[in-house]
């Protein structure tokens, strides 16, 4: 079954740091993934997606995060963090075939971006 | 503007109720989603549907029932039977259950059982 692992619940930077929030996967074929980002009681909103098409992929905000087969890794990076980066960041993988369509959320890393 | 309204954002039951969260999409998507989210927990899925008139349940879907008559709308009922179901409740819907199609979410339900 396909899984997906966030290393670090709570992440804590300083403003103008390097931001770094990690991901691994579980699957027996590459999967696609994505990365999203969730502000205090609202919805989800998705910060980039990996489709097979680059390694490394930019998104939303001056976020970036490259795919690593060998590592099974999907790192989600920003050089410099700013306050309003403050969130909570959620990796998922869809790794097709009879998983159509679904996803699957690794728990999620609450990143505080201090002064 | 095109998007996911969920409705009510905040509810409050009883034990023993059940209750209906909405929700409603404009995107002409496909398939819908319906998750649930707990501290430290993630996304579970609770049911999903690909197509209008059929849905599949997800991981934790005991307790919950939902219906999809209309490809706009994709009702879920949280029923008594669910043990624990004060939660944050989101749905989500996305062009076609493609694996490569994000998913585009909704603000939210946040359900307490009083």
């Known amino acids: 079954a396909q899984s997906v692992t966030q290393l670090g619940s709570h992440v804590s930077v300083s403003e103008g740091a390097l931001v770094l929030l990690r991901c691994n996967y579980s699957s027996s074929v590459p999967p696609y993934l994505f990365w999203y980002v969730q502000y205090p009681n609202q919805g989800l909103q998705l910060l980039l997606k990996?489709?097979?098409?680059?390694?490394l992929v930019k998104g939303i905000n001056g976020f970036e995060a490259e795919f690593k087969k060998s590592e099974t890794s999907f790192h989600l990076t920003k050089p410099s963090a700013h306050m309003s980066d403050a969130a909570e960041y959620f990796c998922?993988?869809?790794?097709?075939?009879?998983?159509?369509?679904?996803?699957?959320f690794g728990q999620g890393t609450i990143l505080t971006v201090h002064p | 503007d095109g998007g996911i309204t969920q409705s009510p954002k905040y509810l409050f039951r009883k034990e023993g109720q059940n209750v209906t969260l909405s929700c409603e999409q404009n995107l002409n998507h496909d398939a819908m989603y319906w998750y649930r989210q707990d501290p430290g927990q993630g996304l579970r899925l609770i049911y999903y549907?690909?197509?209008?008139?059929?849905?599949q349940k997800g991981d934790i879907a005991e307790g919950y029932s939902v219906s999809r008559e209309k490809k706009e709308s994709f009702p879920l009922t949280v029923t008594s039977a669910q043990k624990n179901p004060t939660a944050f409740y989101l749905c989500?819907?996305?062009?076609?259950?493609?694996?490569?199609?994000?998913?585009?979410f909704g603000p939210g339900t946040r359900l307490t059982v009083l």
């Open positions: 998922a993988a869809n790794a097709g075939g009879t998983s159509y369509g679904k996803l699957t």
């Open positions: 990996y489709t097979s098409a680059a390694t």
């Open positions: 989500a819907s996305s062009n076609s259950g493609g694996i490569n199609n994000e998913q585009f």
């Open positions: 549907s690909q197509i209008v008139n059929d849905f």
